[in-house]
């Protein structure tokens, strides 16, 4: 057994032994609909020269969601439109890609990230995405503690974005980072407690394997106590941040996937990843060893 699964298994021993007979009444709902394992790849590591040689290698190898950036995408709607046509590939997520920081000190600089934002949720909702992923604040971005930089964030920021990704008919989507990262937002349920408190369904949240591999001490247990907002995940090796299974047995994903599995997950499980090897080879091994992982949970 692994280090990880004893002392997971020692740990939920120990909850059940002092849990209170009400907690005890406590399940995990049967989800609506079965899960689906749902494959994207971010435009950036995707194999191509052009936007259709990307989408040609992944339609070879059944996947079924592109994550573009989002800079400058209010210019590229109609091209990933006209692009996607006919096709069985869909846009999920849009990756950042806006300009200012939401949790800075500086009311001018969270202005320009709102607004920002809110450009590119415009570009998202047109394009059918799940939404825009963001980052609060990477370290070394502001000078607000955790308390400060969660009330202007409930506040301010959070509300009128939710309100507008709703607008737009899609939602904005809080990223947990690590903490060489970021020191604000590290695990699934800090962002699950923050789309708790806003209480809009504009906004989402989403879990990355990267990030998770160093701050959760379950994929499982992330993803349950996330799955009433989870709208996105990320995934990479879990040594290297490349492709998945260029880390060899590291990359193991069963925890996880029972976790989205358990909630009924339908959205993207997307690629943000480097590559060691070709990603001509590396992408089709990868996507097998996920499709066999998902069997395994």
Same mark, same amino acid.
């Given at each position: 057994?692994?280090?990880? +699964?004893?002392?997971?298994?020692?740990?939920?021993?120990?909850?059940?032994?002092? $849990? %209170?007979? !009400? *907690?005890? @009444?406590?399940?995990?709902?049967?989800?609506?609909?079965?899960?689906?394992?749902?494959?994207?790849?971010?435009?950036?590591?995707?194999?191509?020269?052009?936007?259709?040689?990307?989408?040609?290698?992944?339609?070879?190898?059944?996947?079924?969601?592109?994550?573009?950036?989002?800079?400058?995408?209010?210019?590229?709607?109609?091209?990933?439109?006209?692009?996607?046509?006919?096709?069985?590939?869909?846009?999920?997520?849009?990756?950042?890609?806006?300009?200012?920081?939401?949790?800075?000190? +500086?009311?001018?600089?969270?202005?320009?990230?709102?607004?920002?934002?809110?450009? $590119? %949720?415009? !570009? *998202?909702? @047109?394009?059918?995405?799940?939404?825009?992923?963001?980052?609060?604040?990477?370290?070394?971005?502001?000078?607000l503690g955790n308390k400060e930089?969660?009330?202007?964030?409930?506040?301010?920021?959070?509300?009128?974005?939710?309100?507008?990704?709703?607008?737009?008919?899609?939602?904005?989507?809080?990223?947990?980072?690590?903490?060489?990262?970021?020191?604000?937002?590290?695990?699934?349920?800090?962002?699950?407690?923050?789309?708790?408190?806003?209480?809009?369904?504009?906004?989402?949240?989403?879990?990355d394997f990267w990030h998770m591999?160093?701050?959760?001490?379950?994929?499982?247990?992330?993803?349950? *106590?996330? @799955?009433?907002?989870?709208?996105?995940?990320?995934?990479?090796?879990?040594?290297?941040?490349?492709?998945?299974?260029?880390?060899?047995?590291?990359?193991?994903?069963?925890?996880?996937?029972?976790?989205?599995?358990?909630?009924?997950?339908?959205?993207?499980?997307?690629?943000?990843?480097?590559?060691?090897?070709?990603?001509?080879?590396?992408?089709?091994?990868?996507?097998?060893?996920?499709?066999?992982?998902?069997?395994?949970?």
């Amino acid at each position: 057994m692994q280090r990880r +699964d004893f002392i997971k298994l020692s740990a939920m021993a120990g909850l059940v032994a002092a $849990i %209170t007979p !009400a *907690a005890k @009444a406590f399940q995990i709902p049967d989800p609506a609909q079965p899960a689906e394992l749902k494959i994207s790849l971010q435009e950036g590591v995707a194999p191509g020269n052009s936007l259709k040689e990307k989408l040609d290698f992944m339609e070879a190898n059944g996947i079924v969601g592109l994550e573009p950036g989002g800079g400058g995408l209010s210019r590229r709607v109609e091209e990933f439109q006209k692009a996607l046509e006919g096709r069985n590939i869909k846009i999920s997520a849009i990756c950042a890609g806006f300009e200012g920081v939401p949790m800075s000190d +500086d009311p001018a600089v969270r202005r320009k990230a709102i607004d920002s934002i809110k450009e $590119i %949720t415009t !570009a *998202a909702g @047109a394009l059918g995405s799940t939404g825009v992923i963001f980052v609060p604040a990477f370290n070394g971005q502001t000078k607000l503690g955790n308390k400060e930089g969660r009330e202007i964030l409930l506040k301010e920021v959070l509300p009128e974005l939710a309100e507008h990704a709703e607008k737009c008919g899609t939602h904005v989507i809080l990223e947990p980072l690590n903490r060489g990262e970021a020191f604000f937002l590290r695990q699934v349920a800090d962002a699950a407690s923050i789309c708790r408190d806003v209480n809009r369904p504009g906004l989402a949240l989403m879990g990355d394997f990267w990030h998770m591999t160093w701050e959760e001490t379950s994929d499982f247990a992330a993803f349950i *106590a996330g @799955a009433k907002w989870l709208w996105h995940i990320h995934i990479a090796s879990r040594r290297n941040r490349c492709i998945p299974g260029e880390d060899g047995e590291a990359d193991n994903y069963v925890d996880g996937f029972r976790g989205l599995k358990a909630i009924g997950y339908r959205h993207y499980i997307s690629f943000e990843c480097g590559a060691k090897g070709p990603r001509e080879k590396a992408i089709p091994a990868a996507c097998k060893l996920m499709r066999e992982q998902w069997e395994q949970a």
